[in-house]
């Protein structure tokens, strides 16, 4: 009985959801012929993502530091701990001595910063950024809210666990951590690359399943494809 | 690229940081080639940053880098400076292509303000290069160099000091740093037209500019400051020319791109024109 009422209920929100620009449409090509689009289907890339085996040996070491030593961070701030990377590029700081770069587009980034806690609204746009990510790809959870929810854990509207939803490689905790505890954990990523432990968007890949069932059953209102490239 | 992260060490003190290490161009790119997932978006997708190159090569390969050598006169013919001319447009066109076809509107945006502003910046450029043609009587650079022979007062510096202003006016906006660097500045619409070039792509853009910015010092210095007779002598030479540019980005903020476009077509073009008219 409850299983059917949540079908109806996501039908109810694919229909009143679906965002005019995703819905089935009809258009005339080029030559004059007319030809149906859905875009969930033909804009957006519905594979899953594939695992990526590491190479062997020192080519992979190699590689691993070369990951390691530049780290592009996006440029997505959420929560309240986005106020403690500003800080990172100031002459008190300075991230660039360590490799660390802010990039505006998830195309060229690899680093993710959750930095605090993530509303389902922002989950779904936390998602399909980090889904855009070239792999291999690192999240560092920056706050106690990350972990286990901290001072909104029993807030309506926020999630509790991020490794529910992400796999998370570096948690800082704190409420907020301070720039250093953030330097330090940009160290401590570092040194999970270069041991051959940044392996969490392989690891996104096989899980998949899981991630997406409890990515979906937080967010009610999913609209977009499963897996947006 | 050793030159691209000086110029950001010589950013981070001057705004009094510490700043990248010289090697981490090097590593950057390393990391670029090493990425595991690329996604194209079809067949101009993949041509624009090869086309890009193209025109960081072809310059190069034209250009006469060492003056009196047989070796590296590389391909320089009697009429290569409009060839070089040429390539340093060409790349700009491949990468609007390709960028185009990412489908991103932020790279639509970047295409328009790049090529706008481009080509305001080739205005002072082509009028100096006119002016240097009317006054050496040729569209050789190996000529125009051996015309420059002979002592700092023959440089085209001090022969022709107007089109010298004009040209080096222009090549701020050719190299793209601070007053100029609106297109592609990382916190601008979010990096222009790369937005969606990644991994090996933006590898290949990165490896491109590197070639470019040489290529585009060794003609100025071909051009205007007396070319260069050995190595030590190019590498000098092309150091300050590139610095030229750096100094004034660390200095001046961004212009807006409508700023820019009216800066370059006033200053610039009326000194070009100057150039050219005393030698009418």
Known sequence: MEREFDKAIKEMYKEKFLAPENEVRQVSAPDGS????????????????KEHK?????????????????????????????????????????????GVQMRPTPRQSNVFIISGYLSVKTLKRAIRSYEQMPSPKYIIALGSCTINGGMYWDSYNTINRLDHYMPVDVYIAGCMPRPEALLAGFGKLKELIKSGQGEKANEYARNFDWYKANQKKIIRDWNMPDYNW | MLMSSTMRRIIARVSGRIGIPWYQPWIDLTKLYSLRTQISHGTMFYLGPVFRLMGGVGM???????????LWSNYSFSGDLVLILYFQFFGMLGMALGAGEGGHPYSAIGISRGLSQFTTIEVPMTLAVISLAI???TLSIAKIVEAQQGGIMHWTLFTNPFATVAAMLSLLGAFGHSPFNLVKAPNEIPIGP???????????????????HVAEAALFMNL????????????????????WSVFVGTVFPRFRIEQSVVWFLKWPTIIGIIAIIIYL
């Not at chain 1, 062997?56 to 070491?61: A, F, I, Q, T, Y």
């Not at chain 2, 205007?224 to 020319?241: D, P, Q, V, Y």
Request: charged share 20%; with cysteine; hydrophobic share 45%.
């Open chain 2, 194 to 212: 790369p937005t969606e070039y990644h991994g090996t792509f933006l590898g290949v853009l990165r490896t491109n500019s590197a070639i470019l």
């Open chain 2, 224 to 243: 205007f400051f007396g070319g260069a007779s050995n190595w030590f002598e190019l590498i000098i030479k092309t150091f300050l020319i590139y610095f």
């Open chain 1, 34 to 49: 007319i030809i149906e689009i859905d875009p969930l289907k033909d804009y957006f890339c519905q594979e899953r993502p």
């Open chain 1, 54 to 98: 590491p190479r062997k040996g020192v080519v992979e070491d190699f590689l691993n530091w070369a990951r390691a030593e530049s780290l592009w961070v996006l440029g997505f701030g959420t929560g309240c701990g986005s106020i403690e990377i500003p800080p990172l590029v100031t002459p008190r700081f300075d991230m660039y001595r360590y």
């Open chain 2, 135 to 137: 006054q050496y009587d």
């Open chain 2, 60 to 70: 190069f390969l034209f250009m006469p880098m060492i003056f009196g050598s047989d």
